[in-house]
């Protein structure tokens, strides 16, 4: 692991406590179950899944209501301490996404949420999802976008950095956002197919009052109509096997 990767580790470490408050509000709930539900309708149900920057556990927590087991990793032991206490019978290791501790074949899906932007090795993260993918398995990931709003993200988080403001995300981390391309071309080069990358969420946590409530009204149009606006990009693809 390297500096940068320590540094995400411990910001990260530092909001382990205050994470889950961000996803237990009325807007944070609705991001979240938006991006979680989209997530879900590609992977198989009640198999095994691997969670890569799993966080807190708020997606395995949900993956778990339709049976199946899953592991999370994460590069911060203090998310991991409490994705343990929030789901008991799934299985957690503090690491890098980059390099997998696991045997290949071992999962028959790998799912990362909001994680993605902060690799520094991207294409070696989805190198090892298929190398530890069974074959037929599928990989699911969501992670910002390059859009005219997330382009200013960058700064201000750094300026945040600057001015000490304790925050989920905010600082200087070097955050990577991909074009569909971009995603597309990672997923083909390390042996994956049926590939598909789309946008999804208008309505960001971040926006202030009124404009979230704005954005969620129109959310489905704009992802439909006006997809280049929406702030995550959704990739799925499968394992050939
Ligand atoms: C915004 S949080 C998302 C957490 C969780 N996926 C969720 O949906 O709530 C980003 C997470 O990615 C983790 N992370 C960042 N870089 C990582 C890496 N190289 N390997 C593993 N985890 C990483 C962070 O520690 C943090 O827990």
């Not at 390297?2 to 609705?30: C, F, M, P, Q, T």
């Not at 997998?100 to 294409?123: M, T």
């Not at 945040?160 to 391309?181: H, P, Q």
């Not at 080069?189 to 960001?204: N, P, Q």
């Amino acid at each position: 692991m390297n500096a940068a990767h320590n540094k995400v580790r411990k910001h990260y470490d530092e909001v382990a406590d205050i994470y889950d408050s961000r996803y237990d509000r009325n807007r944070g709930r609705l991001y979240y179950s938006r991006l979680s539900e989209n997530v879900l309708e590609l992977l198989p149900r009640g198999r095994t899944l691997l969670d890569l920057g799993c966080g807190t556990g708020l997606f395995i927590q949900r993956y778990g209501r339709y049976g199946g087991s899953a592991v999370g990793l994460d590069i911060s032991p203090g998310m991991i301490r409490r994705a343990r206490s929030r789901c008991r019978m799934d299985r957690f290791a503090v690491g890098n996404a980059e390099i997998l501790p696991f045997r290949n074949e071992s999962f028959d899906a790998v799912s990362s949420l909001l994680a993605f932007s902060y690799l520094k090795e991207p294409e070696s993260m989805v190198r090892e999802a298929y190398r530890v993918l069974r074959p037929g398995g599928v990989i699911a990931v969501v992670t910002l976008g390059k859009n005219l709003f997330t382009s200013g993200l960058p700064a201000l988080y750094a300026m945040g950095e600057a001015m000490n403001i304790r925050y989920v995300g905010m600082g200087d981390f070097g955050e990577r956002y991909y074009s569909e391309s971009e995603m597309n071309d990672l997923f083909s080069e390390a042996g994956f197919t049926d590939i598909r990358v789309r946008r999804c969420s208008f309505a960001h946590i971040n926006l202030i009052e009124p404009l979230y409530e704005i954005a969620r009204k129109i959310e489905p149009f704009v992802e439909e109509r006006l997809p280049y606006l929406a702030y995550n990009l959704l990739a799925s693809a499968r394992k050939p096997g």
